[in-house]
């Protein structure tokens, strides 16, 4: 199974186990994720991302505090603002958040229920299923120079045929290429791979 394919599959799974949606952000660095993967409702992500609630949700507080997993309802880190009561209010009653990944590196997910608390066997399944999402979603050290150079000549405005002239290649040589940074990158299309290219600082 490809590693795009296993994400699927995960993520499908993971939705059946948290019927009010999960929020997954992977490998978070310099502030943002390089993946991230959403399911609330959407009253609730609207309402969350308009109130800037990322900045003082408490579970992201815990996520860059430590590593394993809690209930929302367990939650040590104080919540001034409220959120988990108006998470609650939206229907996502109870909630589950999982942190793993080394602090420049880190991974956050939470999930909701609205009916009772996550059990602890579904616990361990779900930190299972976000701990190999983390694995398999590991940014690449580098990138081949002939990929590099494919992504280059892309960022610079370069069409297929002239980039493979550029480089004193053929086109489905150069086009091979692009197949290949993308698949490295695992990225759906060359300007998404180019985008990570950049993010993970390999071009």
């Known amino acids: 199974m490809s590693s795009r394919a296993e994400i699927s599959a995960t993520l ?7 019927p009010k949606g999960y929020y997954i952000g992977l490998h978070i660095r310099f502030a943002a994720p390089i993946m991230q993967f959403q399911t609330y409702p959407e009253t609730w992500a609207e309402r969350y991302s308009s109130n800037a609630y990322a900045l003082r949700d408490p579970t992201i507080a815990w996520g860059f505090s430590t590593t394993g997993a809690v209930r929302w309802s367990a939650m040590p880190i104080p919540d001034p603002f409220g959120i988990l009561a108006d998470a609650a209010s ?18 956050i997910a939470s999930f909701a229920n609205g009916t009772r608390e996550f059990k602890d066997d579904e616990i361990e399944t779900i930190s299972t299923m976000v701990r190999r999402l983390h694995d398999i979603t590991e940014p ?16 610079e405005g370069d069409r297929h045929a002239a980039a493979a002239a550029k480089l004193g290649i053929t086109e489905s040589a150069f086009k091979a290429r692009l197949i290949s940074a993308r698949e ?5 299309t060359t300007a998404e791979a180019l985008q990570r290219a950049k993010d993970y600082r390999l071009l």
């Open 90 to 107: 939206h229907g996502l009653t109870y909630g589950l958040t999982l942190s793993c990944g080394p602090i420049k590196s880190r991974t």
């Open 12 to 18: 499908a799974r993971l939705q059946k186990l948290a």
């Open 140 to 155: 690449p050290e580098s990138l081949t120079k002939a990929q590099q150079e494919a992504l280059r000549c892309i960022a």
């Open 184 to 188: 490295r990158l695992m990225a759906k």
